[in-house]
T-cell receptor, first 112, second 110 residues
Framework: QKEVEQDPGPLSVPEGAIVSLNCTYSNSAFQYFMWYRQYSRKGPELLMYTYSSGNKEDGRFTAQVDKSSKYISLFIRDSQPSDSATYLCAMSLEFGNEKLTFGTGTRLTIIP | DAGITQSPRHKVTETGTPVTLRCHQTENHRYMYWYRQDPGHGLRLIHY???????DKGEVSDGYSVSRSKTEDFLLTLESATSSQTSVYFC?????????FGEGSWLTVV
C-alpha cells in the first residue's frame, strides 16, 4: 500500500462546476500538506500549502485537511478551462521540504 | 520563474552509457533535489543536497549519483543508463516552506 493514495482520474467537468480532488494517506505523522498543479510537459507548481487540520482558502481554491481521517481535499470553485491540468498532493513530516511524499496525481479537464 | 534551469531538456541515449543531467539555480538556495516522475508512481525523490558537497539519498537512489561542487549547480549522473531509467527528471529547490520545480529533462534510454 502506498503512503499516499490519489485517484488518477481522469476527471472531466463542465466549466463553472465545483471540482473536488482528494488524497488519503496512511502515515499519521504527516503535518504539512501541499497541492501542486502540473500542466502538460511542465514542472509542478505549488498551489496551496497547509499545516495540520483545517481549511485554507486562496481565491477560487480551498484546501482542506482532516487529520483524524487522514484525508485531504482541494476544491476549485467556478472552474475554468485554464484549470485543466494534473493536480498532485504532497505531504511532509516536518517544516522544510526534503523528502516530500507525493500522490500520483489526478488529471483534470474542464470542458468549455 | 524560480530561476531553475535544467539541461539537457531532452536526451536519447543508449543502454550502458553514462548520462549527466545538470540543474542550475540563480537564487543561492541551500536545498536542491532531483526527482523522477513516472506514470503510476508519481514524483519520487532520487537524491537531495543541503549544501556544497552535502548530499543524501532519497527513495530511489540506486543507479544514480549526484554532485554539488557549487551552490548553484546540482548534477545527477546515471553511471550506466538502463531502460528502467527512462523517465522525466525534475530538479527542485527548497526555499524553507515551498519547493520550486524546474521544467524537467526528458530522458529516453534505448
Amino acid at each position: 500500500q502506498k503512503e499516499v493514495e490519489q485517484d488518477p482520474g481522469p476527471l472531466s467537468v463542465p466549466e463553472g462546476a465545483i471540482v473536488s480532488l482528494n488524497c488519503t494517506y496512511s502515515n499519521s505523522a504527516f503535518q504539512y500538506f501541499m497541492w501542486y498543479r502540473q500542466y502538460s510537459r511542465k514542472g509542478p507548481e505549488l498551489l496551496m500549502y497547509t499545516y495540520s487540520s483545517g481549511n485554507k482558502e486562496d481565491g477560487r481554491f480551498t484546501a482542506q485537511v482532516d487529520k483524524s481521517s487522514k484525508y485531504i481535499s482541494l476544491f476549485i470553485r467556478d472552474s475554468q478551462p485554464s484549470d485543466s491540468a494534473t493536480y498532485l498532493c504532497a505531504m511532509s513530516l516536518e517544516f522544510g521540504n526534503e523528502k516530500l511524499t507525493f500522490g500520483t496525481g489526478t488529471r483534470l479537464t474542464i470542458i468549455p | 520563474d524560480a530561476g531553475i534551469t535544467q539541461s539537457p531538456r531532452h536526451k536519447v541515449t543508449e543502454t550502458g552509457t553514462p548520462v549527466t543531467l545538470r540543474c542550475h539555480q540563480t537564487e543561492n538556495h541551500r536545498y536542491m533535489y532531483w526527482y523522477r516522475q513516472d506514470p503510476g508512481h508519481g514524483l519520487r525523490l532520487i537524491h537531495y543536497s543541503y549544501g556544497v558537497k552535502d548530499t543524501d539519498k532519497g527513495e530511489v537512489s540506486d543507479g544514480y549519483s549526484v554532485s554539488r561542487s557549487k551552490t548553484e549547480d546540482f548534477l545527477l549522473t546515471l553511471e550506466s543508463a538502463t531502460s528502467s531509467q527512462t523517465s522525466v527528471y525534475f530538479c527542485a529547490i527548497g526555499t524553507g516552506n515551498t519547493i520550486y520545480f524546474g521544467e524537467g529533462s526528458w530522458l529516453t534510454v534505448v
